[in-house]
């Protein structure tokens, strides 16, 4: 009698590479990504990069040295104001080049249904792209482009009143 074959099991897959440790070098590197408009996470998908985690901590400090950690965050800043400056930019160049495309519209007049094509720039698409990335901007430093918020009263000068009443006080 012949002896069973065992089932052939799937190879494994081989184990992630590892992350690479800290260095000063590799924070420039993915500082320098950054501020070229690249997201962390989209970063963090190759594996010569740190990962969003290892990051994290290495911002907090948990992993590596105090003034490395110091310096990092610095430069981590530096790259998100230079990331906002980029989304800035590209918004602007979003809302001065047209986005050609073609247009399909089906009319129906009850006795045909026709469709008309036409090729023209894409004013709703590029009104959304421009919006995506000025909002995104503005997230990022909201000092510099984010919304302006004034706060006016109808007080002398434009001076804010604030009236208390007997039951705030008692508080």
Known sequence: MAAKKKPVAAEKP??????????????MVVCDRLANGESLNMLSQ?????????????CAG???????AVWLREQYACARELQADYYAAEALKVAVTPMIGKTVKTVDDGET????????????????????LRWH??????KKYGDKIEHSGTGT?????VQMSATDAEL
């Open 113 to 132: 249904i026709k469709t008309e094509e036409s090729i023209s720039d894409n004013v709703p698409r590029s009104r959304l792209a421009y919006d995506a």
């Open 46 to 58: 190759d594996f010569e990069m740190p990962s969003t985690a290892s990051w994290f901590r290495w």
């Open 137 to 142: 901007a503005s997230k990022l430093a909201p």
């Open 62 to 68: 948990t992993d590596i040295k105090h003034d490395d």
């Open 14 to 27: 081989k184990h992630k590479p590892n992350r690479p440790k800290f260095s000063r070098e590799l924070v």
């Open 157 to 161: 000068g434009g001076a804010i009143i």
